[in-house]
C-alpha cells in the first residue's frame, strides 16, 4: 500500500505485517525509503533511514524500481567544454529559434 508524504510515495505497514514481515520493510528503509506503520489504520510511527546514509539508498532504490541506470564511470572534463555538433545542434538551434520567435 502508498501513501503520499511531504517527500513523495511512502510504503504503509500494519503492525502485524510489521512483526511478520521485518526483514523485508527495513530492506526498503536501508534503499532509502520511509515505512508508515499503522495500528489499526491509524499512523503510529515511521521507520526512516537515518539522516545522511540516505543518497546511495535513493540511488538504488530507482535503480532498482527501472527509473534511472547508473553510469559505470565518470565523465570526461572534456565532455563539459565541447560545443554541440550535429543533430543534437540542429535541434537545440531549431529549439532556441522557437524560443526568440515567441512561439
Known amino acids: 500500500m502508498m ?3 511531504y517527500y513523495g510515495p511512502m510504503k504503509k505497514a500494519s503492525v502485524s505485517a510489521l512483526k511478520n514481515q521485518i526483514s523485508r520493510y527495513l530492506d526498503f528503509v536501508k534503499h532509502g ?3 508508515l506503520v499503522l495500528d489499526r ?7 526512516k533511514p537515518i539522516s545522511g546514509k540516505t543518497s546511495k539508498g535513493k540511488l538504488v532504490a530507482l ?3 527501472g ?4 553510469g559505470s564511470s565518470s565523465i570526461p572534463a572534456k565532455f563539459f567544454k565541447e560545443k554541440l555538433g550535429g ?3 540542429r535541434v537545440l538551434a531549431a529549439l532556441l529559434d522557437e524560443r526568440n520567435e515567441g512561439r
Do not use: F, Q, Y
Not at 67 to 70: D, L
Open 63 to 65: 535503480e532498482r524500481k
Open 41 to 47: 489504520n491509524i499512523p503510529v510511527a515511521e521507520l
Open 3 to 5: 501513501a503520499r508524504s
Open 33 to 35: 525509503e520511509t515505512v
Open 87 to 89: 543533430k543534437g545542434a
Open 67 to 70: 527509473i534511472i541506470r547508473r
